[in-house]
């Protein structure tokens, strides 16, 4: 076997795994130094207003505190692209939870003893925080999220429905829900003169020093900002997030090194979070299982801060063959946190709804829903008429039906029982946009045998510093110890950030042109690699962003097996089941990785993971992870993630798709699905907790007219 045979696709062990399970890796608040002072914010404790007046005597009398930020003595700096950066630059009060106040000292227990201190006088106004579906505020917004076409119709959608054969016409409600990654958004700034060092937890820090230096009013060259390890991030770090701000704001105050770490009772009013949606779902079909109408109408909440349109209607565009439908989105601007990206943002609420409606479907038709979702497998894709680039979800069905045993379930519900446990399975199909952008790189050979590849990726827990080793190595023909990697930092070569499943085709791209030039260089090199090393050097602009002749999407089909505990209306999940088409996969080791984390969020978004927006108080009740319940080890009992092999030539040079998202997207479905062939009762608000499911079954068991009708 060769080098290049072996090296891309092993599933090679992460390159920081060592540092990290030993304490030696640094995050953002790890970075010690002389003089560091620490930094709490002071969350507005009102829903909407502004505010009169801040009293810092009690916190500034406090041992250890240093200073007192506000909106009246903050460094004043220019307005950001972004208005939720504008933190301390007036008085107004957009929502609960906006920081009025930032209290910097000695300590990180002082900074939190001040910040308790501080007084501050508010004047109220009428706030509202609740969406409806017949909001009178509600509009349809020019884009949703991503530039994606707020409505997108084709045919004639209500005269369709009005004449299919078997018709679906269903609402669904989907909670906030929060990122919460394991380290909490942070960020230590250092100023020397006019020149900014950070070290910010971050998806992207050329953004984050893109923005710092456009609200600071100075040129990039002077800005310095590092990610060398992020705990997670899940969407909510996509973005400058204002730690960083603050963080630099308290550093020119104070003239001292400055670490804000937001508490995590805060995030979930300061980092984003995925917006709740109330869905109506419209699917008609003949008597064959075709679709002939598909209507799926979303309305969702934004901030009054700025606009954000959870795209959960995008989906729907591109999955199954239907030549009547409509796509909608409304939005209601509420005095609420503005709502953000998390994992899969649009895709993972809205195929939870598609592909419940679809079980529901299946179930109206007596049709097998593995058979159903092959029956509308389009040929192009529906919303762009574009070829596919590849599309293997067929295959993924049946190849997840072979190995979860599919063929042995009955279809009856209710048809298991194992004393109070009613048992159920349940299927679903799963999608995620090829994302891709511009990254620059560079590949250095060196006198010792070595290369050192260097990109500003962000590793938030992937293992990108190993993908891009393995890229390297490919591309140049070389072990893959003989490749030394640097990312994280803007001393390097800029390259985009780490979201939507788009890092390691963006990163990686660049890379290997960088390694793939330079070994065209060492072919012709007459002699021995010279001291200073040979270089070569990368810029996809122009490549990566290029308009593509096809529809580039990866697809999944996920399996569940649930028992439904009929005394307590507990919900378990005994075996869950993944299976991808998702291009090349690049390290089976870190691939499956992604994929079980992801299949696991989407169990917690099922089962356990819910907010609730308190309306008298303008506040997300469940504010952390004591009653934001997360997914544990206990609540996962088999899990198992596979790929088919998939030969896309239509990506990049790899030929690799994202990985981090799809796992999310479809499981929640499966797991319904499953609940709802176990019971028989079709429940259409997540997540399924005991309290819900407990009163379905008792609803669907009482006797007519028990509960009123």
């Not at 707020?150 to 209500?158: C, M």
Request: glycine residues 10%.
């Amino acid at each position: 076997m060769t080098v290049t045979e072996s090296v891309l696709g092993a599933g090679a062990e992460r390159r920081e795994g060592r540092e990290k399970v030993t304490g030696a890796a640094r995050y953002a608040a790890e970075f010690d130094g002389p003089g560091r002072a620490h930094a709490w914010p002071v969350p507005a404790a009102v829903a909407r207003g502004r505010v009169t007046g801040v009293d810092p005597a009690p916190a500034l009398a406090l041992l250890g505190v240093l200073a007192v930020l506000t909106h009246e003595n903050a460094p004043r700096l220019a307005a950001p692209d972004d208005p939720v950066l504008a933190v301390l630059q007036g008085p107004d009060v957009p929502h609960r939870g906006w920081p009025v106040a930032l209290v910097v000292a000695e300590t990180l227990e002082a900074a939190r003893a001040g910040a308790a201190a501080v007084r501050v006088a508010y004047h109220t106004e009428p706030h509202d925080v609740t969406l409806t579906a017949s909001h009178p505020d509600a509009y349809v917004p020019e884009d949703a999220n991503g530039g994606n076409p707020a409505v997108r119709e084709r045919g004639d959608l209500d005269g369709a429905f009005a004449a299919a054969d078997v018709r679906i016409d269903a609402e669904y409600r989907l909670p906030p829900l929060h990122n919460h990654p394991m380290e909490p958004h942070a960020s230590t700034a250092r100023w020397d003169g006019d020149r900014l060092t950070v070290q910010s937890s971050s998806q992207g820090t050329t953004v984050v020093r893109t923005t710092l230096a456009q609200m600071f009013e100075i040129p990039e060259e002077r800005i310095t900002v590092s990610a060398e390890h992020v705990g997670g991030g899940f969407g909510s770090k996509g973005t400058p997030r204002p730690d960083v701000v603050l963080a630099a704001m308290a550093a020119r105050h104070t003239g001292r090194t400055v670490t804000v770490v937001f508490p995590r009772r805060t995030l979930p009013a300061v980092v984003g979070h995925r917006a709740p949606t109330l869905h109506r779902l419209r699917l008609g079909a003949g008597r064959d299982g075709r679709l002939t109408a598909l209507g799926h109408e979303v309305t969702t909440h934004t901030s009054r801060v700025k606009e954000f349109v959870e795209q959960a209607a995008v989906p729907a565009r591109v999955m199954y063959a239907a030549p009547h439908s409509r796509t909608a989105h409304r939005v209601v601007r509420l005095d609420v946190p503005t709502p953000s990206w998390m994992r899969a943002p649009g895709e993972a609420p809205g195929m939870y709804v598609l592909e419940s409606a679809m079980d529901e479907l299946a179930v109206e038709l007596d049709m097998d829903p593995v058979e159903l979702r092959i029956r509308n497998e389009p040929e192009t894709e529906p919303d762009s008429g574009l070829p596919f680039s590849s599309r293997h979800l067929v295959e993924c069905l049946r190849e997840g039906a072979r190995r979860f045993g599919w063929s042995d379930r009955d279809p009856r519900p209710r048809s298991r029982a194992e004393g109070p446990l009613l048992v159920g399975t349940g299927v679903a199909a799963a999608t995620y946009p090829v994302l891709v952008s511009p990254s620059t790189a560079s590949a250095r050979a060196l006198p010792d045998g070595c290369f050192r590849v260097r990109v500003n990726a962000t590793d938030i827990g992937t293992g990108a510093r190993t993908v891009l080793a393995q890229v390297a190595a490919d591309a140049l023909g070389v072990p893959l110890d003989r490749v030394r990697i640097e990312v994280g930092s803007t001393e390097l070569p800029a390259a985009s950030l780490a979201g939507g499943s788009s890092g390691t085709a963006s990163w990686g791209w660049a890379v290997h042109e960088a390694c793939a030039r330079l070994a065209e260089r060492l072919a012709t090199l007459p002699g021995p690699v010279p001291e200073e090393g040979i270089g070569a050097h990368a810029d996809t602009t122009g490549q990566a962003d290029a308009e593509s002749a096809y529809a580039r999407h990866a697809f999944g089909a996920h399996f569940a097996e649930v028992t439904v505990d009929t005394v307590t209306g507990e919900v378990r999940v005994r075996r869950m089941l993944g299976v991808y088409a998702a291009g090349r996969i690049l390290n089976a080791r870190t691939a499956r990785s992604q994929f079980v984390g992801a299949m696991t969020m989407g169990l917690g978004m099922a089962l356990t993971e819910d907010s609730t927006m308190d309306p008298a108080f303008g506040d997300f009740t469940e504010s952390d992870l004591a009653s934001y319940h997360v997914p544990a080890h206990a609540d996962v009992l088999d899990i198992e993630a596979h790929w088919i092999e998939e030969d896309d030539p239509h990506l990049n040079p790899m030929g690799s798709k994202g990985i981090g998202e799809i796992g999310i997207v479809g499981s929640a479905a499966a797991v319904g699905n499953a609940v709802r062939h176990a019971t028989g009762v079709r429940f259409r608000e997540l997540p399924l907790t005991p309290d819900r499911v407990l009163g379905g079954l008792l609803e669907h068991e009482a006797p007519a007219g028990t509960f009123g009708g």
